[in-house]
């Protein structure tokens, strides 16, 4: 039960978070993918059809938009719910009096990230409510989810405009209401059963489903939540008792995946000309399938400085050392939280394309991680239950340095245009050195984006820039500095733009 006091701390936390992403609002639009679902929700509220005419259209054939073989028209090709999210904004812009007709025009930046900011207060709540389950101490699960959401690379994601916000709210929201069935399932049985947890199986259909329309590989959690239903169903349990629920539990873990797989079909026919086709069939599809090296992805996810969850989602480092006693307390949960990312991670470490890139940091991953992140209120609990030896103190201090280090380097990043990492990389193609290129691509995003904030009024200071000018044509270093300075002076914050440019 919350106490009164959680209450209050819960009322801060999101009055905190409101405050912080209203005065952090971005002060531009993440470019690339968003374009497409934007488009794609402008045509559902302009005319009631997914089609985007060609004046909305961007990038080369399939990039951004596939076009149906069937009837020669183009559809974004990402994951409709996508488009569905991304409606009420341009709905509200066209009550207030707003022009939403002129096609490849952003609609409005304020609007859009009013909008983001009604998921970054939800996410904090459920987020906090989640956390009642693993630790009674107010503090530690605010602690918590401040972490979570401004010490990690989710900050970014809170900012940008795109689907890695929602798809966190929704796969935390999957695993607690997943929990509120299967606990009870593995308990009493699929016969012993109240109408709360098959509430809670509906709510985690939902959720699957709504995160299989927003990105296709999430599929994998059809398979896994159907295979961790019957394991707690069968739970030492006798045949004889197995037998008599089955045909119950058996509808209610394979017929709503089948209506999650047949509707996918319906839009995929709809929008791209076949059931099978996602979507991802004609720009480079050989990079969306598993025919990778599983290695080069597992080694990205865990160890490179680019990508590694750990570099980009510090929680998890604590999580780590406390992840024994964690199953130890809630081995069930540990059970869920692990399998989801072990599929997860496995599958995407063998699809070239896993490191996501024009993004910041894991991006495919990033949704799982808070809940992955679980342990570390565990790792919490204990340390405050042994602060008054020097080595719970150490363990104390040391996270709340690495947490505190790393809100400061997301704050550094956050401070920047989106891409800029990627233009400021633009030297590593002027120089062709291994000492700029391991600069660039063995180094953490945020620790280049904290040098050139530093370095915001000299960029000669750069680590890079010396090698840079004694190789490259003056013209073009010239034309580099500007174009870094430009984007350096620009920033990105909503209530720094020029009013004119606020819209």
């Known amino acids: 039960m919350t106490t009164r006091r959680g209450w209050i701390a819960l009322a801060a936390l999101l009055a905190g978070v409101a405050a912080v992403n209203f005065l952090c609002m971005p002060g531009e639009f993440l470019a690339g993918d968003p374009h497409a679902w934007r488009e794609e929700a402008r045509s559902i509220v302009l005319s009631g059809e997914l ?3 060609r004046a909305g259209l961007l990038g080369q054939r399939g990039a951004y938009f596939a076009q149906n073989e069937r009837n020669g028209l183009h559809y974004s090709k990402f994951g409709i719910a996508n488009s ?32 983001n900011l009604v998921f970054c207060v939800a996410l904090a709540a459920l987020l906090y409510t ?20 401004y010490c990690t690379s989710l900050w970014f994601y809170q900012r940008a405009q795109n689907s890695e916000i929602y798809l966190t709210l929704l796969f935390s929201a999957l695993f607690m209401a997943l929990l509120g069935f299967l606990r009870p399932l593995r308990a009493h049985g699929p016969r012993g059963l109240d109408a709360g947890a098959w509430r809670c199986l509906a709510a985690a259909w939902c959720c699957a489903g709504l995160l299989v329309f927003t990105r296709v590989l999430n599929g994998l959690l ?36 089948a209506l999650i797989v047949a509707l996918l079909g319906v839009v995929n026919y709809v929008k791209f000309g076949a059931p099978w086709l996602t979507g991802y069939h004609q720009y480079l599809p050989h990079t969306h399938l598993p025919n990778g090296r599983i290695a080069d992805g597992l080694s990205g996810f865990l160890f490179t400085p680019r990508f590694s969850i750990f570099l980009y ?30 599929v997860f991670l496995l599958v995407l470490s063998k699809i070239p394309s896993w490191a996501g890139e024009w993004a ?48 400061y380097l997301q704050a ?16 590593l193609f002027l120089t062709s050195s ?60 909503y209530w720094t733009l020029p009013p004119g440019e606020r819209r």
């Open 51 to 53: 089609n985007v005419p």
């Open 313 to 342: 989602f510090p929680l998890l480092l604590f999580a780590l050392f406390a992840l024994r006693r964690f199953a130890e307390r809630h081995r069930l949960d540990a059970v869920v939280m692990l399998s989801v990312f072990g």
């Open 130 to 149: 989640l956390s009642a389950a693993y630790s009674a101490h107010v503090g530690v699960r605010v602690l918590w989810v401040i972490g979570a959401m």
């Open 360 to 407: 910041y940091g894991p991006r495919y991953l990033l949704p799982m991680l808070p809940v992955l992140s679980l342990p570390f209120l565990t790792f919490a609990d204990d340390v405050l239950e042994r602060i008054g030896t020097w080595r719970a103190r150490a363990w104390g201090a040391a996270a709340i340095a690495v947490l505190a280090y790393s809100g």
């Open 222 to 257: 059809l398979p896994v939540i159907v295979l961790l239903a019957f394991w707690c169903a069968a739970a030492g349990r006798p045949w004889r008792e197995l037998r008599a629920g089955a045909p119950l539990l058996g509808a209610a873990l394979l017929v709503p995946p």
């Open 412 to 427: 550094q990043v956050n401070r920047l245009p989106f891409y800029t990492y990627y233009h400021a990389r633009e030297a």
């Open 84 to 115: 569905l999210l991304a409606v009420p904004p341009i709905l509200l812009e066209k009550a207030l009096g707003g022009d939403i007709t002129r096609r490849g025009h952003p609609p409005s930046l304020l609007l859009a990230n009013l909008w």
């Open 434 to 493: 291994f000492e700029v290129a391991d600069y660039f691509m063995a180094r953490h995003t945020a620790l280049i984006a904290d040098d050139l904030v530093r370095h915001r009024h000299d960029l000669e200071a750069l680590p890079y820039f010396a090698e840079m000018k004694r190789v490259a044509p003056p013209e073009l270093v010239a034309e580099y500095r500007a174009k870094l300075g430009a984007m350096l002076d620009r920033g990105n914050l």
